[in-house]
Each structure stands twice: as structure tokens, then as C-alpha cells.
């Protein structure tokens, strides 16, 4: 049918060549030629197949891919449990063996705890100490006499705080700074022992306790007797007294307040 639709006439081959004869174009007697084959058909043909093939190879090789990517997913799904309990594990591990390490420091805190202390001091109360240990080790001062002397307006001018701290710190043995200003006043000063006891302990001086005057009234090493002789001889050269006025000084309890004993020995030898 052409492409109308209507009905061609079939070609016949024979049609136009002599019936009973060589078709025509051929010598007589010899066999006709073949006709010529079509090569135009098994072109396509070939084509056709090798482009299948392509497609084929295309698709085996995609499914392939996708098997292996899916098969590499469904492998990281199941070694993530495995990956997340070995680090557990191994964190675990770490924090065990730093817990030791750690507790290290801390006691090391603790044992550096008390000089931390020390340099949270302020530098006045340093200073306060400082001072408090020059009147105790040079002057023989006692614990009253140091804190007025630390806050006096005429002393060192610190605040309560600061002396305070001082005296609570100092290292110092009040008995034998009782009795170091107990041997200044007996030799300078040739005070009886009656005299020191009550220099030692009045609030205007040495400001002592009365148990630290007594230990160094006791324990010094004092001729009593010259010291009465050697006071008359101050009131006789530099005051011109008479000898009776001179006992009365040295016995006087606003005077030497030396015993009459000693009193008496110091006019027996005043002319010597």
C-alpha cells in the first residue's frame, strides 16, 4: 500500500523478460546472474545490536554500583556501634588513668596552702612585726609596751590591726625581756630592787606583768647595797643633801625605796 492507502501492483521479476528464455541480459546458455544483495538492512541491523549491547553493559554496570554502594552503607552502619563503644571504652581508659594524675595537684594545693596564706599579708602588718622584733631583741620590751609603741602617733603609727598581728606573731621570751630592762635600770640607773619591780610593772612604763617583774627582780644579779651607795652619792654631789635627808631619800617610797638596811649601809660609807 503507498502511503495513501491505496493498493500497489505487486513487482514481478518476470515481468518484461521472454517467457521460457535466459532472463534478460544474460548469455544463453550460461546461468543468470545473482542478483545483488542488500546491504543497506544488516547495517542497521548491526547498529541496532550494538547499541543493545552498550545499554546492557550501561545497566549491569549501574546495578553493580548501586550493590556496592549499598552494601559499604549497610558495613559503616554496622561498624558505627562497634567504632562508638570503642571509644567509650577508651575514654573510659583515660579518664581512669588521669584520675590518679589529677589528685596529685590537689594535695600539692593543699601542702602550698600555708604559704599562700603568708602572701596574703598585708605589708603593714610585715612592717609592724619587723619593728616589734627590733624592740623586743634590742630594747627588752614587754608585749604592752611593744603594741603602744607600734601605735603610738609617736611611735610607729600603725593601726590596732597591724600591731596586733605583730604581737601575736612575735617569737619572744617576756620573762627575759623583763629581765634585760631589770639589768639596765640596776646598772644605769642603780634602782633598788623595790624600784624595778614597780618600773617594770607601771602602766607609764615598762608595762610587764606582775609574774614577768617578779621573775626578773628574782633572778637578777644585783648588789643592792652599792646601789644604795652609789644613789646617796648622786644626792650628796649633785643635790648637796645631808645625810638624813639622803637616808629619807633612799627609803622614801616616792624615792630609792631601799630597805633601811640598805639605806643604812650607803650613809656608813658615803665618805668612803
Not at 35 to 61: E, S
Not at 170 to 198: C, H, P, R, V
Not at 230 to 255: C, K, N, W
Request: one cysteine or more; glycine letters at 10%.
Amino acid at each position: 500500500m503507498d502511503p495513501q492507502g491505496q493498493n500497489q501492483p505487486q513487482y514481478d521479476p518476470s515481468f518484461g523478460q521472454p517467457q521460457g528464455g535466459a532472463p534478460y541480459g544474460a548469455v544463453p546458455g550460461q546461468p543468470a546472474p545473482a542478483a545483488p544483495k542488500k546491504r543497506g538492512k544488516g547495517k542497521f541491523i548491526a547498529l541496532g545490536c550494538g547499541i543493545l549491547a552498550l545499554l546492557v553493559i550501561i545497566l549491569f554496570g549501574g546495578c553493580a554500583a548501586l550493590v556496592a554502594t549499598s552494601g559499604g552503607d549497610s558495613d559503616e552502619a554496622a561498624s558505627a556501634p562497634e567504632s562508638s563503644e570503642q571509644a567509650e571504652a577508651s575514654t573510659e581508659g583515660e579518664a581512669a588513668e588521669v584520675a590518679p594524675a589529677e589528685e596529685a595537684p590537689a594535695e600539692e594545693a593543699a601542702a602550698e596552702e600555708a604559704p599562700g596564706e603568708e602572701a596574703d599579708v598585708p605589708a603593714d602588718h610585715t612592717s609592724a612585726l619587723t619593728q616589734a622584733e627590733s624592740y623586743s631583741d634590742t630594747m627588752g620590751m614587754s608585749k604592752k609596751g611593744i603594741f603602744d609603741q607600734l601605735t603610738s602617733d609617736y611611735g610607729g603609727q600603725f593601726s590596732d590591726e597591724a600591731a596586733q598581728y605583730a604581737i601575736d606573731n612575735l617569737e619572744a621570751d617576756w620573762n627575759a625581756n623583763a629581765l634585760k630592762s631589770a639589768e639596765s635600770y640596776s646598772d644605769t640607773l642603780n634602782m633598788s630592787k623595790q624600784g624595778i619591780f614597780d618600773q617594770l610593772t607601771s602602766e607609764h612604763g615598762d608595762q610587764f606583768t606582775e609574774e614577768e617583774a617578779q621573775y626578773a627582780v628574782d633572778t637578777i644579779d644585783a648588789d643592792w647595797n652599792e646601789n644604795a651607795l652609789e644613789s646617796a652619792r648622786v644626792f650628796q654631789e649633785e643635790m648637796a643633801m645631808s645625810p638624813d635627808a639622803i637616808h629619807d631619800q633612799l627609803t622614801s617610797e616616792y624615792g630609792g625605796q631601799f630597805t633601811q638596811e640598805q639605806a643604812d649601809y650607803a650613809i656608813e660609807n658615803l665618805g668612803s
